[in-house]
């Protein structure tokens, strides 16, 4: 190669690094970017046509009925205490119209991916309090491209609004001026008003407000000004639960804990010690399951390296990361001693996944040379594990939309249907039923209270035989049963779908097969008139 073909080559590599590193210089463009690339594959794969169920349904009715009403419900259980995230919704439902419920789900849908995809901007902001501006981009896009991130954001929860809030809350408690600190215990407030357990973080700042701010005059009299600042933020809202419900929503499910874990040692034939100790161990062990498969697909490989890092470069930054990851950590052991089997509860600790990240992608980084297209290769490589781990895990949507199509013409037949909360017996498709009652209302939106859809289910546990059970859905006004081809439903529902024949007094009204659905679903009338 001639002296000048190697004095080309040299500029042009010359000018794409330099490009490269104009590029990481601009991290609005670059957030930017993650950001955009963030919201198309939120959107991509939300299921615009399939209703919001679960706890998404009921902040979707509280919210409905905060906007309609204008006053806050009172109508709603005691263990309805997160009620920060529906009364955010309530504002948008207010000035929106439509007649169909499905476009208000949608919206708390877009809502809750919108808010999702912001969050990138205060994990940024985090990740630059202990790095420079090129890992906390990094930071970002490990946060905006987590798959349980993105999926957690579809559903209409209280999760986006719970982790950008307890993010930016932790970004300004670590700032040096002490203005910051003070709003970061205001923001920690709403933290909690969207999550009781967002209480925790108070308690993990009140401690690292001691150890920080120890040698300074008059500590004492500036964390009681942090702690009036949070009582004022939180006070009004915990006035408005105690009126409507007698519980304040934030302390008195806090104490739930240590109460429950007492009851269960009075019940228990054991020592209340030894029992504590069994249910604590339960829930290690479920927490250490957990945390292993949120920990997928790319931040398993970063954290083991970032954890030794951490504590070994320790000053208060850091200290305040490790105490606050423990102490959230609590109500996931906790929920987990009761066998919850739910990854919510860890999410609040991202944040810390992606720190954690980035002090193995820094060391990764120190040994190569061309650093700056190590970054790219880096975040396309997050991009590309996330979207392959998203199509793995991501429901199938064509199974769920004839689910709900499906319970369309089931609530068109009966109100009362056959159905188990146990999870042993539950059917994942029966989640729709409501939803599809819904879809009937001519005049939505209409308070909850008001609706004329009530579906009433007949519960299947506690009986072993199909004739006792009809014999006990006969008072409960069960005249239909609704069977598919599951194995999770009890054996003599099983029976009944493939030996409807065995059966004279059960009469076919419905089989989806006939309608072209892929998913089968069966409807037997029963005549009790026969059954004599």
């Not at 849908?109 to 309090?129: A, G």
């Not at 040692?265 to 479920?286: A, M, P, S, V, Y």
Request: hydrophobic content about 45%; aromatic content about 18%.
């Amino acid at each position: 190669m001639s002296e000048e073909n190697k004095r080309s080559k040299k500029i042009l590599t010359s000018e794409k690094h330099n490009n490269l590193e104009n590029i990481f210089k601009s991290p609005i463009f670059l957030l930017t970017i993650i950001g955009i690339i963030g919201l198309l594959i939120r959107v991509y794969y939300l299921p615009f046509e399939l209703p919001i169920t679960h706890d998404a349904s009921s902040y979707f009715w509280y919210a409905n009925d905060l906007s309609i009403s204008g006053t806050f419900p009172d109508s709603y259980p005691l263990n309805f205490p997160n009620n920060g995230w529906p009364t955010f919704l309530s504002v948008f439902f207010y000035f929106f119209n439509s007649d169909n419920f499905l476009d208000y789900m949608n919206l708390q849908r877009s809502l809750s991916i919108t808010i999702s995809v912001l969050t990138v901007i205060p994990v940024y902001l985090l990740c630059s309090r202990f790095f420079d501006k090129r890992y906390s981009i990094i930071g970002a896009a490990l946060f905006a491209f987590g798959p349980f991130i993105i999926q957690n954001s579809l559903l209409g929860i209280t999760e986006s609004l719970y982790l950008l809030i307890g993010i930016t809350s932790l970004f300004l408690f670590l700032s040096n001026n002490i203005k910051y600190v003070y709003i970061s215990f205001a923001v920690a407030a709403l933290f909690t008003l969207v999550r009781y357990e967002g209480l925790l973080l108070v308690f993990a700042l009140s401690i690292m407000f001691f150890v920080r701010f120890k040698k300074e005059k008059k500590v004492v009299l500036k964390y009681i000004f942090c702690v009036l600042i949070f009582i004022l933020m939180a006070s009004p809202m915990a006035y408005i639960r105690f009126e409507n419900t007698g519980q304040d929503g934030i302390i008195s499910h806090v104490i739930a804990g240590p109460v429950y874990y007492q009851s269960a040692g009075e019940k228990g034939e054991q020592d209340q010690i030894i029992t504590f100790f069994n249910l604590f161990i339960t829930g290690l062990l479920n927490l250490s399951k957990y945390l292993g498969w949120i920990a997928m697909p790319f931040f398993i490989f970063f954290i083991p390296y970032g954890l030794f890092t951490i504590f070994k470069n320790r000053d208060y930054k850091t200290n305040t990361i490790v105490l606050t990851s423990i102490i959230l950590l609590l109500p996931a052991v906790y929920a987990y001693t009761r066998d919850f089997q739910d990854t919510r509860y860890l999410f609040v600790l991202f944040p810390i996944f992606t720190i954690l990240s980035i002090y193995t992608i820094k060391k990764l980084e120190s040994k190569l040379k061309k650093q700056n297209m190590f970054c790219v290769l880096l975040i396309g490589g997050i991009l590309g594990s996330s979207l392959v781990f998203l199509n793995y895990q991501m429901e199938d949507y064509e199974h769920e939309r004839e689910a709900f199509e499906i319970a369309k013409d089931v609530t068109k037949i009966t109100n009362v249907i056959n159905h188990s909360y146990h999870i042993d017996f539950e059917i994942p498709e029966s989640k729709y039923y409501r939803s599809a009652a819904i879809a009937s209302l001519q005049d939505f939106p209409v308070l909850s209270t008001e609706r004329q859809d009530r579906i009433e289910f007949v519960e299947l546990v506690g009986h072993d035989s199909l004739e006792s059970y009809i014999e006990f859905g006969r008072n409960q006004g069960l005249t239909y049963l609704v069977v598919d081809d599951s194995i999770k439903q009890p054996s003599f529902l099983q029976d009944v779908f493939i030996h409807e024949e065995k059966y004279p007094y059960l009469l076919k009204e419905y089989d989806s097969k006939d309608f072209g659905y892929q998913y089968h679903v069966k409807i037997f009338r029963i005549n009790y008139e026969v059954l004599k």
